[in-house]
């Protein structure tokens, strides 16, 4: 017999968002491990809002927003708003960040209004140096070996946002290397002469010959 397309939907709820995450996700360790570090962190937070003790509306959490903004680079979501409005209908991010199922986001704004508070009191250091000595008391640290590996990222930046500088400069690298001569439609752009105008950190490259160019970064990894 055909199921009906539709559903009803029940008053109460007994499930939780934990639930709802499978029990070998890899967001499951990584959470638990920048829990420990957040709650290490927590005199950082005190100074952040001491000034603000007298009163006044409570903040949105800052182990909140460091929780959100991680998600925003392990997914490569490209803003904040973007970010936020997966957080309103993604349980495993509500879960992540730590928000029950019928509480409110925030709105993105909230980040702009934040991220000088966290730059100037270095939390995104102070995150940082506790990953580091987490690594090294769990032993995942070694200074037997080390290596590099080069990358290129993808820019969100199209080719035809690569236009010429104010002033050109006619030095331009060999054909065929980083930053090479590409023609596109007769028009022969470098990264020497040409930026993009919508992303001034992009830089044309290409992996090899007989590949396009692309607007990308430079990544590295060391380990």
């Known amino acids: 017999m055909r199921g009906a397309d539709g559903y009803t939907e029940s008053m109460f709820t007994m499930s939780r968002l934990d639930d709802f995450v499978p029990a070998n996700h890899p967001l499951r360790p990584i959470r638990l491990w920048l829990n420990e570090a957040l709650a290490r962190m927590d005199p950082v937070f005190s100074r952040m809002y001491e000034s603000e003790l007298k009163g006044g509306r409570p903040s949105i959490a800052p182990e909140k927003l460091i929780?959100?903004?991680?998600?925003?680079?392990?997914?490569?979501?490209?803003?904040?708003?973007?970010?936020?409005?997966?957080?309103?209908?993604?349980?495993?991010?509500?879960?992540?960040?730590?928000?029950?199922?019928?509480?409110?986001?925030?709105?993105?704004?909230t980040f702009s209004k934040n991220r000088d508070r966290l730059v100037v009191h270095d939390v995104i250091v102070s995150?940082?140096?506790?990953?580091?000595?987490?690594?090294?008391?769990?032993?995942?640290?070694?200074?037997?070996?080390?290596?590099?590996?080069?990358?290129?990222?993808?820019?969100?930046?199209?080719?035809?946002?690569?236009?010429?500088?104010?002033?050109?400069?006619?030095?331009?690298p060999p054909d065929g290397g980083a930053g090479s001569q590409e023609n596109w439609h007769g028009q022969k752009r470098s990264n020497d002469t040409h930026e993009s105008s919508t992303d001034a950190q992009a830089r044309l490259f290409r992996k090899s010959r007989g590949t396009g160019a692309m607007l990308c970064y430079m990544g590295r990894a060391d380990r």
């Open 127 to 172: 995150l940082f140096n506790e990953t580091v000595e987490t690594a090294r008391v769990r032993g995942h640290l070694s200074g037997e070996h080390f290596s590099g590996d080069g990358t290129l990222i993808q820019a969100w930046a199209g080719h035809k946002s690569f236009v010429p500088k104010t002033k050109s400069n006619d030095d331009s």
């Open 67 to 109: 929780r959100a903004l991680l998600l925003q680079v392990l997914y490569s979501i490209r803003s904040e708003r973007m970010l936020m409005e997966q957080i309103s209908y993604n349980m495993l991010f509500r879960w992540f960040v730590g928000l029950a199922m019928d509480d409110a986001v925030w709105d993105h704004s």
